[in-house]
C-alpha cells in the first residue's frame, strides 16, 4: 500500500505545454506516492493525455520540472523514461499488427535478450499477474482484451516503478476490467505506482486511491474518491450541473418497423468480420442497442445496415415491410433509412468541406437541396444554419469549414443533419464516441425525442454505460453473431459481459468481484 | 545438343533475372520501411551509366560496381531528404526521380555510347561448375549474380532475424508506434531508403557491365517499373520476390525463342512479359489470396513527429 510520509516518487511542478494556440497544459502540479493508485480525472479535451506523453518522455514541456524520486530529471525520450523506470499503456496501442506478440514487445523493451529466453519471461510474468499470452500470435489474431495485455506484460518486463495506464478499460469487457483490476492492485502492493487515466467515475472510485481532476488543461481539484461521489467528482470534472436526462414517455409499439433477418456477410477485408445470420426487430419509438467490444462486426454490421454494401437477397432487411437490403445508400435514405457512421471526420463529413456543403452528402435528395443535378446552395445553407440552431452547434455559421469544429460539436451537426430528416429508422454508430458530457447529453435527448416522434432507431456503441441509458433493449454482437434481445431494464451487467466475450480467456473469480454500473 | 541448349537458356534466364532481382530486392527493403520510392528506374540508369563509365575510365569493373551502388544510393538521399526531411509528396517525388535519373544518365553518358568494357568475368566455383548441365548455369555465373542472390538471403535473414529489421518492419507498419516506444523512424527510413538506391544502382551496373556490356541511353527499358510490380508480386516477402524475378526473366528470354517459331510481329513478344506482369497483379490484388496479400501498413504515408 502506498504511504503518504515516504518521498513521493513523482512530482509534477508548473508543467505547461501548448499547440500553437492552444494551451493543453497549464501549470500542472501534483505528485504520487509509492505503491499510490493516482487517478487523473478529466473529459476530452481537458488535456490529460498531453500530460501523460510529457511524463513518458514523448513530448516535451515548454515549461515546468519534474521530480523523480525527489531528483529533478529531464525526461528526453520515452527510452529515458523507461530508464527511470516509467512503463506506458497506450490508448491507442502501439502495436504492429503484422508482427508477433513477441517481436512487438522485443521492440518496446531496452537491451531486450535474445528472443527465446525473452518468450519465456513472457510466459512467466503473464503467469505472475494472470495475463495469459502466446507469444508466437501475431497481433491482428488478438480480441482488443488481449492486446492489451500485451502492452501490460511489455512494461512489466521492465520492472517499472511507475505505470501510466490511459483510458485502459474503455475497450474491454466488464470482465476483463475485473481481471485488470485485480493485475493493477497486485502491482500496487509491489510497490508500483500507478496513474490511471479516465473518465469512468465509478472506475475510479472503486480502484483509486487520489484523484486530480483537470479542466481545460488546468488542475481543479484534489480528491479522495473513495468519500466523493461519482456525481460530486462529475461536476468538478465536467464544472457545471449535470443536466438529467428526460426520458422519453413515447410508447412502442408490437408491429416492428426495421425487420433485419438471417442477414450473413462474408467480409472482404483482410482483418474482418463475417456476419453471420443476423436478426432484429425494432418496433416504432424504439431505441435498440447493439453491444460488443470493437471489432466484432460492428463496422460491417452497420455498413450492411445503411447501405454502404449492398445485399443480395432484398428481404433480409425490411422497412415498414418494404424490402430494402438489395438498395444502395441513397436509395435507402429515399425510403427512410438514415444513418450516422462511426467516424466521424472523413467518413460522415468531409473536412474540407464547409457545413452547408456537408448537408448536401446525406440531405440532398430528401431535403431538396439539389434540382435536376444542381446545388440550391441557399437550401443547403439554411438547412445548415437549422441544424445549427436547433442542435446549439459552435461553429462560426454555414461557410465555416467541418474541420474547424471540435469533436463534440461536428457530431451533433451531424446526427443533427440526420435527425432533422425525420427518418423512418436511424442507424447510429458510437453516437458519443470522444465527445464532452454536454455534447453527449445533447445527442442523447435528441435521439430521445426522434424516437418519441414514431421512428425505429438503432444505436451501436461500445460504451455499454451509454447503451444502458439510451436504449430499451439490447443485443451483443460477438465475433459476427448477435444474442438474442434483452430488455434493457432487465439485464445484468455480468449477463451482458459474458455475451461479450468475457467468457473465453481466463475463467476468473476476478469477474465476479467487479461491480460495475 | 538438347542439354546445351537447355544449358544456354537457362543461363540467359538467369543474367535476364539478375537486373530485377537487385532492384526488386531494394524496393522491397525501402516499402518495408513505409516508404514509397518510385524512381527506380532512374536509380537503375544512374548505377549503369556511372558503373560503366568508372570501368571504362579505370579499367576496373570492380571500382565501376562499387560506383554505381554510390551513384544508385546518391540519387535515393535527394529522394529521402525530399520526402523525410522536407515531406514532399513521395508518389511525385518519385516519378520526377525517375525522370530526373533518365536525363542525367543521358547527359553523362553521352561520351560512352558506343565504347566497350570487357565483361565481367564468369567466376566458376571449383568442382561445382564441371557438374553436367546444373553446373555451368548454377555455378559458371559472374559475382554479381551470386551477389544478387545473396542478397536477397541476407534481406531475409535480416528483415526476419534481426533487431534492426524487427525495428524497420515496426516502422514500416506503424510510425507513430514506433515514434512512441522511441524508435528513430526517420533515420530507419532514411537507411531503408538509401539501400534500395544502392541495391537498384547495382541492378543497372549488372545490365551495364554484364548482360550487354554497353552504354545505351534509357537501356533499363522499363525494368526499374517491373521491379516495382515485383515487390508487389512478391507482397513484400523476398524469397518470393525471388521468384518473381526468375519468372519474370524466364518470359523475358522465352519470348526471344518464341520470335523464332511463331510468326507473330516482334513487337508481341517484346510486349508478353509486360502483360504477364499485368496479369498477374490483376489475378493476385482480385482472386482470394487478396487477404494475405498485406503490404505495410504504413507504405506511402509520410510521418512528421510532433515536438
Partial sequence: MHDERQTPRLVLRNISKRFQSVIANDQIGFSVGPGQVHALLGENGAGKSTLVKIIYGVLQADEGKIQWNGRDEVITSPHRARELGIGMVFQHFSLFEAMTVLENIALGIDNAPDLKELADRIVSVSRKYGLPLDPSREIHTLSVGERQRVEIVRCLLQ??????????????????????????????????????????????????????????????????????????????????????????????????RLIVSNLTLPTDHPFGVNLKGISFEVGAGEIFGIAGVAGNGQNELTEALAGEVVLRSPSTIRLDGKPIAQMNAEKRRMNGLCSVPEERAGHASVPEMTLAENTLLTARNRMGLAHQGFIQLREARSFAERIIEEFSVKASGPTATAATLSGGNLQKFIVGREVLQSPEVLIISQPTWGVDAAAAAAIHQALFKLAQSGTAIVVVSQDLDELLVVSDRLAVINRGTLSPALSTAEASIDQIGMLMGGVHGLEGDAGSSHNAG | ?????????????????????????????????????????????????????????????????????????????????????????????????????????????????????????????????????????????????????????????????????????????????????????????????????????????????????????????????????????????????????????????????????????????????????????????????????????????????SV
Avoid at chain 1, 216 to 227: M, Y
Fill in chain 1, 159 to 256: 520492472n517499472p516503478k511507475l505505470l501510466i495506464m490511459d483510458e485502459p478499460t474503455s475497450v474491454l469487457t466488464p470482465q476483463e476490467v475485473g481481471r485488470l483490476f485485480v493485475t493493477l492492485r497486485q502491482l500496487s502492493d509491489e510497490g508500483c505506482s500507478i496513474l490511471y487515466i479516465s473518465h469512468k467515475l465509478q472506475e475510479i472510485k472503486e480502484l483509486c486511491h487520489h484523484a486530480t481532476v483537470l479542466r481545460g488543461g488546468r488542475v481543479v481539484g484534489q480528491c479522495d474518491p473513495a468519500v466523493e461521489t461519482a456525481r460530486s467528482m462529475a461536476q468538478l470534472m465536467i464544472g457545471a450541473e449535470l443536466k438529467q436526462l428526460v426520458r422519453r414517455a413515447g410508447t412502442i409499439t408490437q408491429e416492428p
Fill in chain 2, 1 to 305: 545438343m538438347i542439354s546445351e541448349s537447355i544449358v544456354n537458356i537457362s543461363a540467359a534466364v538467369i543474367s535476364a533475372s539478375t537486373p530485377l532481382l537487385f532492384a526488386a530486392t531494394g524496393e522491397l527493403v525501402v516499402e518495408r520501411s513505409g516508404v514509397l520510392n518510385l524512381g527506380v528506374e532512374g536509380m537503375m540508369l544512374m548505377g549503369a551509366v556511372t558503373g560503366f563509365a568508372v570501368a571504362v575510365s579505370t579499367g576496373n569493373p570492380m571500382l565501376g560496381i562499387l560506383a554505381a551502388a554510390v551513384a544508385g544510393a546518391a540519387l535515393a538521399l535527394v529522394f529521402a531528404a525530399l520526402t523525410l526531411t522536407l515531406m514532399a509528396n513521395q508518389v511525385a517525388t518519385g516519378l520526377a526521380l525517375t525522370i530526373f535519373g533518365i536525363g542525367l544518365s543521358a547527359l553523362l553518358g553521352s561520351g560512352f555510347v558506343g565504347q566497350t568494357v570487357p565483361a565481367l568475368p564468369k567466376l566458376a566455383l571449383p568442382g561445382l561448375s564441371s557438374l553436367p548441365v546444373v553446373g555451368p548455369v548454377l555455378f559458371g555465373q559472374d559475382g554479381l549474380v551470386y551477389l544478387s542472390v545473396a542478397l536477397t538471403a541476407a534481406t531475409a535473414w535480416f528483415l526476419k532475424r534481426t533487431r534492426p529489421g524487427m525495428m524497420l518492419r515496426a516502422v514500416g507498419e506503424s510510425a507513430e508506434s514506433a515514434h512512441s516506444l522511441g524508435l528513430p523512424v526517420i533515420r530507419i527510413r532514411y537507411l531503408a531508403t538509401l539501400f534500395g538506391g544502392a541495391a537498384a544502382g547495382l541492378g543497372g551496373a549488372f545490365l551495364s557491365l554484364s548482360y550487354t556490356p554497353m552504354w545505351m541511353e534509357g537501356m533499363t527499358s522499363g525494368r526499374g517499373w517491373i521491379a516495382l510490380a515485383l515487390v508487389v508480386f512478391g507482397s513484400w516477402r523476398p524469397w518470393r520476390v525471388l521468384a518473381g524475378a526468375y519468372l519474370f526473366g524466364g518470359v523475358t528470354i522465352l519470348q526471344l525463342h518464341a520470335q523464332g517459331i511463331f510468326s507473330l510481329p516482334a513487337q508481341v513478344f517484346s510486349m508478353l512479359p509486360y502483360l504477364a506482369t499485368i496479369a498477374v497483379l490483376t489475378i493476385i490484388s482480385a482472386g482470394p489470396w487478396r487477404g494475405r496479400l498485406t503490404a505495410p501498413a504504413a507504405l506511402g504515408k509520410p510521418f512528421r513527429p
